[in-house]
C-alpha cells in the first residue's frame, strides 16, 4: 500500500476540529435548557418535605393530645419554637414524662429542614419555624394564615394547624390543605 492512499484513510477517519466545536455547543445548549427543568424538580421535592414536615407536627401534635389529654405547650404557643420540638421528641420529661417520642425530628440542612435553636424550620429558611394554632379552649376552631404571613387569617374547624411563615405564594405550605 502506498503513502498517499494510507494518509488520505487517516484523515477520513479522524473529526475535525470544526465538528468537534459543533458537538461541544450542541451539549451546551442542550444543558442549558435542562437547568430550569432541574431547579423545577428540585422546587417541587422541596415543598413537599416541607408539606410532610408541617403534616407530621400536626400529627404529633394531635397523637400528643390523645395520649396526654391536653395539647401541648400553653395558650401563647404560636411557633413550633425549640420549647415544643422538646415535648415532641421526648426531651422535655416535665411536659413529656413517659419520654414518647411524638416526632422524629433531624437537624436543620438547607433544602430539608429540620430543627435548629429557633425550632423546627422549612427548607428554605432556618431562621423562621413552622407556625402553629392550637384549639386551646376547644371549641374545634382555629385562626390560621392563608397566605404564609400574619395579614391574612381564617377559620379553621380543626384542632391543629401548621403553616410556614414565608412571603414567596410558590412555597407556601399548610398542614390542612
Sequence with gaps: MNSSARSRRLA????????????????????????PAVNGAIDSA??????????????????????????????GTTTVGSALVNILTGQ?????????????????KKGKGGTNAAGFCDPWNSAVPYSIALDSDYDNTISVSTNGVATGSTTLRKKVGVWNVTSNARFQVRSWD
Design 12 to 35: 477520513i477517519s479522524g473529526f475535525t476540529l470544526i465538528e468537534l466545536l459543533v458537538v461541544i455547543s450542541i451539549i451546551a445548549i442542550l444543558a442549558s435548557l435542562a437547568f
Design 46 to 75: 422541596r415543598k413537599a418535605q416541607a408539606k410532610n414536615s408541617a403534616v407530621q407536627i400536626a400529627t404529633a401534635v394531635t397523637a400528643y393530645e390523645t395520649e396526654y389529654g391536653k395539647l401541648p405547650g400553653g395558650n
Design 92 to 108: 422535655d420529661i416535665a411536659n413529656n414524662p413517659r419520654k414518647i417520642v411524638f416526632l422524629e425530628a433531624q437537624e436543620w
